[in-house]
């Protein structure tokens, strides 16, 4: 039997993508992988990395608290939100790796913009275009690495992903702290922009785009274009996504309700210097998110070989043993507060891989990075900015009763958010296995033809 053609490795990637296409080498893959996650380490590392530089920026330029607070974080997330999406759809029309690329160099661009500010606004408008080069970064890495790893070997893939996440979050602020200290704020920025430039002629020239749902054998090669209404309701009738991207939105607001205020509740319930909190925080959500993010990928598609439920199931397991783990550390001595913290972290992150895997799995082929960027909009808009939020307005409500242990009483009414983030979970564990069938892409036995380079 004449064997299927491989797909070759063009300089460019623009060449036709063969009609039968098989897998790339693991050898390749493994590279691609390691790459995609150096990108988002550089992008996670330069977004928070300001968070060390506030001192400095402020004195530098004359800003006020609610200035920086714009620049650092507002103007990031509100400028993701709004590009997400259309620049997910762009990417399942076109060059995933062209769109990396780009957004690689966007982001990198942008902090050169913010080390030469000499004003609020060309910052805030720097801090803005991170915004941006994320937002076009996310989906189309995650339905990418989709396109290149078949199910049985996802999450882990994934899960490899994510440790560029936990990377970013580590030496973002650990080595922006140390150039700011020795070289100024200023050129702090200008060097953390070359890891970025770096990468993109690596994406540009190592990489190479392949068809969407390749790894699935269902490979595209011609984008669809239906509108973006259509496209919508094609991810929301997988009546399984629905159900985990609000639970997941849900698990976020308890984990960011929890993780933005712990420090706060240190210092005003045990008396811990700002200092102290800060690091043992730090080290607490480092260990914890690289732990389970690591782990949960591996243990998903391990456990996914004998029942594909795991895959949700863990997502249940994940949301109640969060919370409980949260419930002890709450009412617990100071001293087990940070050991809990990121305990709560690593098995919150067990869900992360498999939860990716499962949107990328189940959503239609043509539309993984508009699934993906929906996960994320949904996640961003209730749990990155609902949780902070509802613990401090409910904080403020509670102060007359109970004074300083007020915000130690809003934390603990978080949590009760946790039930029904595992009960959505569960009621997805309950319908998933139509949608795992329906998709056709959920068979882990099936073997995937693969090149030799």
């Not at 890891?195 to 392949?210: C, N």
């Not at 925080?281 to 243990?299: E, K």
Request: hydrophobic letters at 55%; aromatic letters at 8%; charged letters at 10%.
């Amino acid at each position: 039997m004449k064997p299927s053609p491989t797909l070759t490795a063009p300089e460019a990637g623009d060449a036709p993508l063969d009609e039968n296409p098989v897998l790339p080498s693991m050898r390749y893959r493994g590279w691609f992988l390691f790459v995609m996650m150096l990108v988002s380490m550089s992008v996670v590392g330069e977004r928070y990395m300001m968070a060390v530089m506030v001192g400095p920026i402020k004195a530098d330029l004359g800003l006020s608290d609610t200035q920086i607070g714009l620049a650092k974080d507002l103007a990031v997330t509100i400028v993701y939100i709004l590009a997400v999406i259309p620049l997910a759809r762009l990417a399942d029309r076109w060059s995933k790796r062209k769109i990396v690329a780009i957004a690689a160099a966007t982001w990198s661009v942008a902090v050169l913009l913010c080390g030469q500010a000499r004003s609020f606004f060309p910052l805030l408008l720097g801090r803005a275009a991170i915004g941006l080069g994320e937002g076009g970064f996310t989906p189309p890495s995650q339905s990418w690495i989709a396109d290149l790893f078949p199910m049985k070997q996802r999450a882990t893939a994934l899960a490899v992903f994510l440790l560029g996440t936990s990377l970013g979050h580590l030496s973002g602020p650990a080595l922006g702290g140390w150039l700011t200290s020795e070289y100024g704020w200023r050129n702090a920025m200008m060097l953390a922009a070359i890891p970025g430039f770096i990468l993109v002629p690596i994406v540009l020239f190592t990489l190479r785009d392949v068809p969407a749902g390749l790894a699935d054998g269902r490979a595209h090669h011609k984008p669809q274009t239906e509108p973006f209404m259509a496209t919508l309701k094609a991810i929301m009738a997988v009546r399984t996504l629905p159900l985990l991207i609000l639970g997941a939105a849900l698990t976020t607001l308890l984990t960011m309700g929890l993780v933005s205020w712990t420090p706060a509740y240190m210092e005003r319930s045990f008396g811990m210097s700002a200092r102290d909190a800060g690091l043992g925080m730090g080290g607490a959500l480092f260990l914890g998110s690289v732990i389970g993010h690591s782990i949960g990928g591996p243990i998903a598609d391990f456990l996914g070989r004998r029942d594909l439920r795991w895959y949700v199931w863990i997502q249940v397991f994940s949301a109640l043993g969060a919370t409980t783990i949260a419930f002890v550390m709450l009412n617990g001595p100071g001293t087990s507060v940070f050991p809990l913290l990121g305990l709560n972290m690593l098995v919150g992150g067990l869900s992360a891989a498999p939860l990716m895997a499962i949107i990328s799995g189940l959503a239609p082929v043509h539309a993984r990075s508009v699934a993906v960027a929906v996960l994320m909009v949904t996640i961003n808009i209730i749990g990155l900015g609902g949780g902070p939020l509802f613990v401090g307005v409910l904080s403020d409500l509670l102060a007359p009763t109970y004074g300083k242990e007020s915000l130690g009483m809003a934390m603990r009414a978080v949590l009760l958010v946790g039930i029904p983030a595992a009960g959505l979970s569960f009621w997805a564990s309950m319908i998933c296995l139509k949608d795992f069938a329906a998709s056709g892409a959920w068979d882990t036995t099936r073997k995937t033809p693969v090149a030799l380079h």
